[in-house]
């Protein structure tokens, strides 16, 4: 088969794939977790791997609607309180050290929010609530939408397209500007 043939093929099936995730996605837990977002000013967001860089892109989002975001890994990250949110993306509920943090989170008497693809998995019995993302995902163990992609590829990549999907349902609801966030983008670049 021609290369041709092949990327015609490859991203029909995965644009079908995503649009299953679509589909499949509670939209009562989305509500939820916007809505979580809303009632914090400070969040703290955590994750590792693919799935990990698609979270500080939202990271980079929430700070552009005017949240105080602070990524976990961070020098200057301070501490958390009872008044703060914790949204952790852990694709297959089950990372360790993920997992520590999440406890030390709780700990601390914050919020926690789990996005993952295995809400079985150890990080959502851990947290307040859970964003179930149907896709197929590292070490998943539960029902997804299956994917013809290696590895966790569907879960990540549908992250990075929900994630800004989230922010422009938040611009709306929360009547922000374009504009107004681009105010809030780094200028010193």
Sequence with gaps: MEIEQIYNSLYQTVLNEHRQVFEQQDITQLKMFINLINRHSK???MGVGREGIAARG???RLMHLGKEVHWIWDDTTPGMDEHDLFIAVNGSGNIGHINFVLEQGKKAGTTITVITGSPSGAAAKIADSCLFVPAAVYNGKDPVVESIQ???NL???H???LFDIIIMIMEETLNI???EMTKRH???E
């Design 43 to 45: 969040i703290f967001i």
């Design 58 to 60: 939202f990271a980079m």
């Design 150 to 152: 290696p590895m966790g």
């Design 155 to 157: 879960f990540e990549q």
């Design 159 to 161: 992250l990075f397209i």
């Design 177 to 179: 500007s374009h504009n």
């Design 186 to 188: 780094r200028n010193i």
